[in-house]
T-cell receptor, first 117, second 117 residues
Framework: DTGVSQDPRHKITKRGQNVTFRCDPI?????LYWYRQTLGQGPEFLTY????????KSRLLSDRFSAERPKGSFSTLEIQRTEQGDSAMYLC???????????????FGSGTRLTVV | ELKVEQNPLFLSMQEGKNYTIYCNYS?????LYWYRQDPGKSLESLFV?????AVKQEGRLMASLDTKARLSTLHITAAVHDLSATYFC?????????????????FGKGTHLIIQP
């Protein structure tokens, strides 16, 4: 397993366009998290899934943001009608919860850097 | 709402010196994480602290957790240039959906550490 993969690594888009990012978690991990990190700040939690169920989405920044994990494996984060303020690094993380696991760690991907021009 | 405060936010120090980074958080939690981030890179897990009084050490870094004081420290001993990075603490929060795991992590703003040769 190569860890958490995110694609693309970089995305430049024009204001008003829609963008979609993909995250492939560690295969045996059942939880997947999305964060946003702006320059000089710590990551900000957006949403997370356990398998295909989205357990928390109230922290998504606006209704322009949505996330899916249709088969409980990879996930996508979509931003509609992008704004310049959406420019940030979008990080994905995964973890294994339950089943007797005592590993409380999270593995982060390398992130997708979004620039809205 | 959980708030996490780190200090200092910026630290410049000389090789060979000792220093401590502090992380205070506002609500009860017994799960605290320390991460390292190099410029343009993702987050590297350093420590997971799971109970009051937990202490973990790896090389020149040592982390501790006092859940009663809601305080964690990251101590750097005899700093070397390779430890230059941004260090984040993050606190896990829990809800009715958390199950055996946690909801997302709330991060501090990070401590930007520069170690001068």
């Amino acid at each position: 397993d190569t860890g958490v993969s995110q694609d693309p690594r970089h995305k430049i888009t024009k204001r008003g366009q829609n963008v979609t990012f993909r995250c492939d978690p560690i295969s045996e991990h059942n939880r997947l998290y999305w964060y946003r990190q702006t320059l000089g700040q710590g990551p900000e939690f957006l949403t997370y899934f356990q398998n295909e169920a989205q357990l928390e989405k109230s922290r998504l920044l606006s209704d322009r943001f949505s996330a899916e994990r249709p088969k409980g494996s990879f996930s996508t984060l979509e931003i509609q009608r992008t704004e310049q303020g959406d420019s940030a690094m979008y990080l994905c993380a995964s973890s294994l919860v339950g089943g007797g696991s005592l590993n409380y760690g999270y593995t982060f991907g390398s992130g997708t850097r979004l620039t809205v021009v | 709402e959980l708030k996490v405060e780190q200090n200092p936010l910026f630290l410049s120090m000389q090789e060979g010196k000792n220093y401590t980074i502090y992380c205070n958080y506002s609500t009860t939690s017994d799960r605290l994480y320390w991460y390292r981030q190099d410029p343009g890179k993702s987050l590297e897990s350093l420590f997971v602290l799971l109970s009051n009084g937990a202490v973990k050490q790896e090389g020149r870094l040592m982390a501790s957790l006092d859940t009663k004081a809601r305080l964690s420290t990251l101590h750097i001993t005899a700093a070397v240039h390779d430890l230059s990075a941004t260090y984040f603490c993050a606190v896990a929060s829990f809800s009715m959906y958390s199950g055996g795991g946690a909801d997302g992590l709330t991060f501090g703003k990070g401590t930007h550490l520069i170690i001068q040769p």
